[in-house]
């Protein structure tokens, strides 16, 4: 055989070698790296236990950049296959009139680049302080959808030396799992003695799921509401974030908000959005739960945005000032004052349908669907212990004779009662 011959057959040889040894590699990290695509039966299962959330798939600083959106939020939606990130923009800022590229890190250094869908804008001015709601989405690439956990570049197309690099993504929930009826979202700083009386009491009413984005950077919220936690009731989340300059504090709070129902779009009917000095209270005999009211609107809940509750402020008689720290906030404040707070005055809040809404401020819909207001003396009201959060711990009820209302108490007490099994639990005193 000629030496030539001889030559070109070694290098083939040597050539399929380094193939089959690149295929190898190939199989051996798809199916050992954290990236990998799941098998669609692995991808259905369902975590019968307390959801524990990996802190790396939250941003524990906004991004904040130079010409660049800020952003609170980042998470990749697994049941329209898109990628969600949360922000809060000034008024001068024109994002809606912006494309971004969404540059996916696929396994064994895979790059996927996506176009953001159409920025809507945010063009409402609620409140004094105008603070306007920035959401972007950019379609997941398909050789990605199902992946955990990936690495994502957000980048502007008009200027791409400016970009966001290798943000973390995960998907917002476990996939699977049953769709809840009621859910409810909160933010709070280190008020953790607020909040076990707070879900006892919302949990007897009818609601199936908590979130707590958790404000403070010095947090012991998880040691506090540890068996609500291990239960599966509660689910917190991270959000010691600060507001930025020329914004106020509420940036932080409409962005959370906002995360909340754009991550559980699609995993509740309802949510309930209020701070843990209010508590909803329903008003019929014949609809004892909050679901029970709700389901009068069933009809209508394709349409809906959100249905409205109006605020009634309840406090301490006008002569009573000793506060008794060992009572109950239901005992320490059983008086109102005479008639609810009117609405669109900056204090009614709101019952949320996540899949009809795009932009949400505090208060209620910016952009979605039309809200419906329910009646505060038939319905559901809006109790609002004011005094007893100690940011406004000088409140007190502006009615010189406000009327004195005990319903809440005795509510507490038939609660404690159920959950305790005794007929005087805790010497509750509703007088």
Known sequence: MPACSLKRSHLELVSSLILIFQMFLIFFFTFHTETRILPRSRRNDTNPGPQRHDPSCYLKEKLEKHNMPIIHSIF??????????????????????????CEFHGPRGGLFIQLTDPILKDYQRFGATAQYVLVLICPIPKPLIGVQKSMLTLRRTSNTSLAYENITVCQSQPHGGKKRYLSMCTMLKDMDAAVPPWLDYHRHLGIEHVYIYDNSRTSTLNQTVRRYLDSGFLTIIPWAHVHSPGKTYLEVQIAHENDCLWRNRYRTDWMIKIDVDEFLQPMDSSMPSIPDV??????????????????????????????HHHESVFERNQYRRREPTPVNMGRDKAVVRPTNVHFFKIHGVKLGGDTITLSPLTEIRMVHYRGDNKLHSGFRCSDKRPVKDSSMCRLWAKIKEFSLNVKEPNGIHCT
Request: charged share 25%.
């Open 294 to 323: 709700l389901r009068k609107y069933t009809v209508v809940m394709d349409s809906i945005g959100s249905l409205r509750i109006q605020n009634w402020f309840f406090c301490r008689g006008w002569n009573q000032t000793r506060r």
């Open 76 to 101: 990749a939606d697994p049941v329209k296959n898109q990628v969600v990130a949360v922000g809060v923009r000034f008024w001068f800022e024109r994002w809606h009139e912006e494309m971004f590229y």
